[in-house]
């Protein structure tokens, strides 16, 4: 079969696909949730799996995983029923003896990490990662592949979660050094362009690559020569251009309306028909989808910037309270120390689960009234529904990670809190050694996974692999991938 041939039979392999339903989709994530349930379990009880190696990590970890979304995705239940059951079993044995850390591990003031968000944030990017290459085989479920133009599937998920993900990381700043919100927008953007350059590069290099090498290329994802790099790129430098105004209005408010005037676009002015229909003639319209899809996803990232303050200070409310200050000029050093204060799980998990019946609710209140149009969930043109799906999926997810925790590791007491104020020891909450590397260089892990998922796919038909050997090397290519993690464990790479 000559080039052209097979490069357009994979371009029709993941084409013109209309997805899942959402419940399938949250079944087959809570594979994902199974394996942290066994992995505490086993923490828990079984002393030495504190130090457990690469490969058992990988294999507790990242190949349930890999199941979930190919030789078991059409039964993600009993997937996670078989590995749920040597947990529950070993929750029949005593619970290990924790010890508590030294005074001096306390004596340093910083904000408290969360484990349940690295876990979350970890899982999420390497289902991403899976995903990208699993595909290019047969053995992955056409119904999992992105939707040409409506429909849900996990593809479309990992996109929207990745941003959403970025959203969340991009509040530490502002729970550091609340100032920064009030700070001058200009020189902000121009450091956030210099940090975004590489991502931008990255992004341009890969068009160069894909147009170069003929590689299969599916244009209506997000155009003929934009990608999700380049998004990725640009999203943070557009937050910074609303940093003035969330100093006096919610940030969920802003969301939630950058949201709304990018369904307002879709649906009244036209854009929406311009995306499906209107033929590529310049460089706008060749990139028609990256373009419009860009408000959608700086929603999502506001969506998750706001999920963020409420998750990454140790309350909840730290940043309402930072906010009110700010806008009367009023903040203290004494409210900057409560950053340092002790983490109350208690009150982040309620408000998360308050987020998550909102914004089902609102998911299900745009599809009863049509608000986005009367197709359902766009991940092509980013519209409302897909917004809200995303937003409910990953504050869900991450309230379910949240509460795993909580139920393995206890924090201090309500009474123990409110005698002090500085961190108390807990039973050990730290983030996986394999998940925590994978989350500390996150966006060279995912660029590494696209260089390997390109050199692959230049070196096989994939289309015509058989499972057996679709597995095999998808076990192999997963390994690899956290080889690298796990080798750079120590370090903080910056992109």
Known sequence: MGENAYKSEKEAFVSGMTGSTVTHINLMSLVALASVF?????????????????????????????????????????????????????????????????????????????????????????????????????????????????????????????????????????????????????????????????????????????????????????????????????????????????????????????????????????????VLNAPRVNLISANKEGIISLLGYFSIHLLGLTTGLLLLPPSPSYFRRIQRSLKTHTLNDRELAERYSVRQNDKTATELSGYAVLWWALMGLCSLLKLDGGNGVSRRMVNLSYILWVCAYNVTFILAYLLLEMAFFPGPSFSKRRKTNQPLPTAGAIPHPLLNAINKNGLAVFLLANVATGLINLAIPTMYTSDFLAMLILCGYSYTVCASAWFLKGTRLRL
């Not at 290019?136 to 599937?153: A, H, M, T, W």
């Not at 050094?177 to 200009?186: D, F, I, K, N, R």
């Not at 309306?257 to 307002?264: N, R």
Request: hydrophobic share 50%; glycine share 6%; charged share 10%.
């Open 38 to 274: 066994l992995v505490y379990c086993a923490q828990t009880r079984i002393r030495s799996l504190s130090s457990a190696g690469l490969l058992i990590s990988w294999l507790l970890l990242v190949f349930p995983l890999l199941l979930s979304m190919t030789t078991f995705a059409n039964w993600p239940v009993t997937l996670s029923v078989l590995i749920s059951a040597p947990g529950c079993l070993l929750l029949l044995f005593p619970r290990n003896e924790t010890g508590s850390p030294l005074p001096s591990n306390l004596k340093t003031p910083r904000i408290e990490p969360l484990s349940s968000l690295t876990t979350y944030r970890a899982h999420m990017l390497l289902m991403t990662c899976l995903a990208i290459l699993a595909v290019d085989f047969p053995i992955f479920p056409r119904s999992l592949v992105k939707c040409e133009s409506f429909g849900v599937s996990l593809m479309d998920m990992g996109v929207g979660s990745f941003v959403f993900s970025q959203g969340i990381a991009s509040a530490l700043p502002l729970i550091k050094t609340p100032s920064h919100l009030a700070s001058p927008v200009l020189p902000k953007i121009l450091r956030a362009m210099r940090r975004s350059l590489p991502v931008i590069l990255l992004g341009l290099v890969r068009v160069l690559l894909v147009k170069g090498t003929e590689y299969p290329e599916h244009v209506s994802e997000y155009g003929a020569h934009w990608n999700f790099f380049i998004t990725l790129a640009l999203v943070p430098v557009m937050e910074l251009l609303l940093h003035p105004v969330m100093i006096y209005v919610s940030v969920t408010a802003v969301g939630v309306v950058v949201a709304v005037f990018q369904q307002l676009l879709l649906s009244k002015f036209g854009l929406s028909d311009y």
